[in-house]
């Protein structure tokens, strides 16, 4: 039997409930279609961690993570602790320190899920996009002169390399090899931002002729937020810068029924280092400890983890038994217009698996 070694941070909020849900459908996906065994090492990371120690992880932490295989992820951030803490001593230092640039973001309009938009059947919505992780305009280059006076500056800085924007549009136009359709959309903003954005579309160009058999085309930001609206079934692959993909995906999650459902995989292809897998929603302070979350963000992002480690069956088996819960609708948790607690939406999905 495979095993696999996965370091689990269940973080702040929601993040907990939704990872032990996530855990739950893995597990019994993996044990049942690829006979592979999963090994959780948890961690206890946290805002909570960082008011006890003055740090977010410990000293040797990225050491330990890099002794995994994967990494699945709740969420982190807390109104007791700024952002900048955080966020940035944890989350966007990791996608950085293990090189995770490709950030997949599915989004699929079930069966079962109302679409906020008129007329929208289901599977019409199917895109994948893929956002440049680890430079852009989130790239930690900037700072400050005269804080908190009248005569503040503050300078932030986006970084574009060309490797950087080659490797994650080669990542997005090899995904739309893979697809039906052969459709790609690359997202730009060069008429404004001639630089960075200018670099962009400049390696766009020299790598879409390595694929000739993806159709593909570039579309100014703005123009894609309006399509992701009034159009989204146009859409197959789209690949776009860091913060361009951040915003975007929101609105892909909003047009398919709700952020509950929003996966993601920040994933290292070479595999050198572990790659991590997180539900997009985010730590949801509001309702933490409610039991009333979408566990599906998270047990979806599972399945991309499982994608990843190669048990392929068993991240199939959870994606259908995800679909069939909802098609089903009988269990529905708040944000789907349901009454379903966090436990019972994964006790539907685990049974569906088994």
């Given at each position: 039997m495979a095993g696999h070694r996965i370091a689990v941070i269940g973080g702040d909020g929601i993040g907990p409930e939704v990872i032990d849900q996530a855990i739950r459908a893995a597990?019994?996906?993996?044990?049942?279609?690829?006979?592979?065994?999963?090994?959780?090492?948890?961690?206890?990371?946290?805002?909570?961690?960082?008011?006890?120690?003055?740090?977010?992880?410990?000293?040797?932490?990225?050491?330990?993570?890099?002794?995994?295989?994967?990494?699945?992820?709740g969420a982190v951030g807390d109104p007791s602790v700024p952002d900048k803490i955080t966020v940035h001593e944890l989350l966007l230092p990791m996608r950085r320190k293990f090189d995770q640039y490709v950030n997949l973001r599915p989004?699929?309009?079930?069966?079962?899920?109302?679409?906020?938009?008129?007329?929208?059947?289901?599977?019409?919505?199917?895109?994948?996009?893929?956002?440049?992780?680890?430079?852009?305009?989130?790239?930690?280059?900037?700072?400050?002169?005269?804080?908190q006076t009248a005569d503040e500056v503050a300078i932030q800085t986006s970084v574009f390399t060309r490797?950087?924007?080659?490797?994650?549009?080669?990542?997005?136009f090899d995904a739309a090899r893979k697809r039906p359709r052969k459709l790609l959309t690359s997202i730009t903003k060069s008429n404004a931002l001639v630089y960075g954005m200018g670099l962009w579309d400049h390696a766009f160009e020299a790598v879409r002729k390595d694929y000739p058999d993806v159709k593909s085309n570039s579309l100014l930001v703005d123009a894609c937020a309006m399509d992701f609206v009034r159009k989204p079934e146009a859409f197959d692959v789209v690949v776009a810068s860091n913060l361009f993909g951040d915003i975007l995906t929101d609105l892909s999650a909003a047009v398919t029924g709700s952020i509950g459902l929003a996966s993601s995989a920040n994933v290292n292809p070479t595999k050198k280092f572990p790659s991590m897998f997180e539900p997009v929603h985010g730590s949801a302070p509001d309702i933490a400890g409610k039991g009333i979350a979408n566990p599906l963000a998270a047990v979806l992002s599972a399945a991309l983890m499982l994608d990843h480690l190669t048990l392929a069956s068993s991240a199939d088996a959870v994606r259908a038994a995800v679909a069939t819960v909802l098609a089903a609708g009988a269990v529905k948790t708040p944000d789907l217009g349901g009454t379903a607690t966090t436990t019972q939406m994964g006790d539907a999905v685990v049974a569906a698996i088994g």
């Open positions: 597990e019994a996906a993996a044990k049942k279609h690829d006979r592979a065994e999963l090994s959780w090492n948890k961690l206890p990371w946290s805002t909570a961690f960082y008011k006890q120690t003055g740090r977010m992880l410990p000293a040797d932490g990225w050491d330990t993570l890099a002794e995994h295989d994967a990494i699945l992820f989004a699929y309009l079930f069966a079962g899920v109302p679409c906020p938009l008129v007329g929208k059947k289901p599977g019409a919505i199917d895109m994948l996009v893929y956002r440049e992780n680890t430079e852009g305009e989130y790239a930690p280059i900037g700072g400050q002169l005269y804080p490797r950087g924007c080659e490797r994650i549009l080669r990542a997005a």
